[in-house]
């Protein structure tokens, strides 16, 4: 698998879960009528937001960066390609699971 393929598989994957969040879904909040531009400009006044922001932008890089890299980087080092193509599989499988488990842990009261 060329790097083409990799991605294309990651974005199935992405879109598969999408549409099954899109369908089974649901939230308890009530529904407010739409986002007002003042406070929005507010929040980003916010040095807090901008902090979040770039810790994200941080941990998503180096996250899609492995997800992506490390596939072709292992092949270098001749390492069979399905299994270098499965392992950046453990990033996308670790946070449904650890939410499943912390979830659980929520409700059982630890």
């Known amino acids: 698998m060329d790097w083409r393929e990799i991605m294309l598989a990651y974005s199935a994957v992405a879109v598969v879960l999408c549409g099954l969040w899109w369908k089974f879904a649901t939230s308890n909040m009530k529904k407010k009528p739409g986002v007002k531009f003042g406070k929005f400009a507010s929040l980003l006044k916010d040095r807090y937001v901008w902090v979040l922001l770039v810790l994200m932008l941080a941990c998503m890089g180096s996250y899609d960066t492995l997800a992506t890299w490390m596939p072709k980087f292992l092949e270098?080092?001749?390492?069979?390609?399905?299994?270098?193509?499965?392992?950046?599989l453990g990033f996308f499988l670790a946070g449904p699971v650890v939410g499943l488990i912390s979830d659980r842990m929520r409700d059982k009261g630890l």
């Open 76 to 88: 270098t080092q001749e390492v069979d390609k399905v299994l270098a193509t499965l392992l950046p």
